[in-house]
Every structure is written in C-alpha cells, then in structure tokens.
C-alpha cells in the first residue's frame, strides 16, 4: 500500500460548473453495529457539513453512505473530486464496479456483492456528474479526513441520546 493518495474517475458526463469538493467518512461503534457518517462538501468558498446514523449497520456501508448523501445535495451536474480513507469505497466506484455489472452483481468469487443497493444507488447519483475518487490515509492528519470522522462519530453519539 502507497502513502500516496491514489486518485481515479470514474467515467461521467462531463459538467461545466466550477469543481465540487467532497470528503467523506464512515464510522461504526463495533462492526456491525451503531453507525454514522460525515461529509464536507466546498464549492465557490462555501462549505456544509452533513451527518447521519443508522441504529445496526456497518463501516463500509457508512462510508458509501457518506459520499451518497453528499451527492444528494448537488442540484446540478458538477466537476467533483470525492476524497475519503475508504480504499472499498474508491476501487468499489473505480476498478471493481464494472466486473460487478458484467457479472449480474456477482463478485470474482461468484458470490453476490455485498452492499448492491447502495452502490447501485451511488452509481444512480454520480451517473450526471464527473466524479474524481482520491483515497487518502485515514488518521493521518487530514484536517477534512479528521473533521469526517468527528461528525461520523458525533452522529453515533446523537442517536445514542449521549449529550
């Protein structure tokens, strides 16, 4: 594994608005179990951070979560640049996404893809955009990556009812 973020498209429209930038994380309180999510989206100087939960749930499906919910808010096609620490999340959209299709939604070892709906549903939302995947380290000091990962678990804590 790189140190270097890696980053990939997926292939999209293309969009003629000023680029969108998107960090998201996922986190889960033991796996499964209770679940959240965070995301910051920038665009023309302006910034909004979203967050969620689900009551039983997993880290992988969080984090799609997180980038699903963040495409939701885009009203418009847009250039966007999605960074997160989730390689499942960025080789899912970039390397493995097709093979899955080709396959009637079967992975490489012929067994169905775990979490079908939300990449399907994720491949519905960035279907209009053109989407850019960069894989950081997580917990590596990235201000956005970190402040993603604080909302994720500040949601888990909200739906606890824990002040």
């Known amino acids: 594994m790189s140190a270097r973020p890696d980053q990939s498209r997926t292939a999209a429209p293309s969009a003629t608005t000023s680029p969108v930038e998107i960090y998201c994380d996922g986190a889960c309180s033991g796996n499964p179990g209770p679940g959240g999510y965070g995301a910051i989206l920038r665009y023309n ?7 969620g939960s689900e009551a039983h749930t997993t880290n992988n499906r969080m984090e799609l979560t997180a980038a699903m919910e963040a495409l939701r808010l885009l009203t418009r096609p847009c250039r966007i640049t999605i960074v997160t620490d989730s390689q499942y999340l960025v080789k899912g959209m970039t ?45 590596a000091g990235h201000a956005e990556n970190e402040r993603c990962d604080s909302l994720a678990r500040q949601a888990i804590t909200e739906m606890r009812g824990a002040p």
Not at 45 to 51: A, S
Not at 117 to 124: A, I, P, R, T, V
Request: no cysteine.
């Open 45 to 51: 100087g302006h910034e909004k951070e979203i967050r």
């Open 95 to 139: 390397e493995w996404i097709q093979g899955w299709q080709r396959r009637g939604w079967q992975n490489s070892k012929k067994e169905p893809v775990l979490n079908r709906d939300l990449w399907e549903e994720l491949l519905k939302l960035s279907a209009h955009h053109d989407v850019s995947w960069q894989w950081i380290r997580g917990h």
